[in-house]
């Protein structure tokens, strides 16, 4: 019985930790770039969009498939970082267990 006080309580814990993760990914912004950096792209650690940044020098009216295709790759980038962080994280968060359900 106590086992199993002592198992639900440590289960309680695990929870109330990956919730503060899981809040603290959200304030965490990751930036994703493509170009050279003519392109940036933001997301936060639970990969939200939370904006991009264009070059002049890159914008031309004539192209607009290459911006196209450098803005998709930044956000690209910044959601591999974003998964990245959120699976670092939460693997410290749970002591490294693999947790059924949980994509980290």
């Known amino acids: 019985?106590?086992?199993?006080?002592?198992?639900?309580?440590?289960?309680?814990?695990?929870?109330?930790?990956?919730?503060?993760v899981q809040k603290d990914l959200k304030e965490r912004i990751e930036e994703g770039s493509a170009g050279g950096g003519v392109v940036?792209?933001?997301?936060n650690g639970q990969g939200e969009i939370m904006g991009v940044k264009i070059s002049a020098e890159v914008v031309d009216p004539?192209?607009?498939?290459t911006l196209e295709e450098l803005v998709a790759a930044a956000?690209?980038?910044a959601v591999e970082k974003a998964k990245e962080l959120e699976a670092k994280e939460m693997q410290k968060a749970t002591g490294g267990l693999n947790l059924p359900g949980m994509n980290f």
């Open 1 to 20: 019985m106590a086992g199993d006080m002592n198992l639900l309580k440590q289960a309680r814990m695990m929870q109330e930790r990956i919730q503060e």
């Open 40 to 43: 940036k792209a933001y997301v």
């Open 62 to 65: 004539e192209d607009i498939e």
């Open 75 to 77: 956000f690209k980038n």
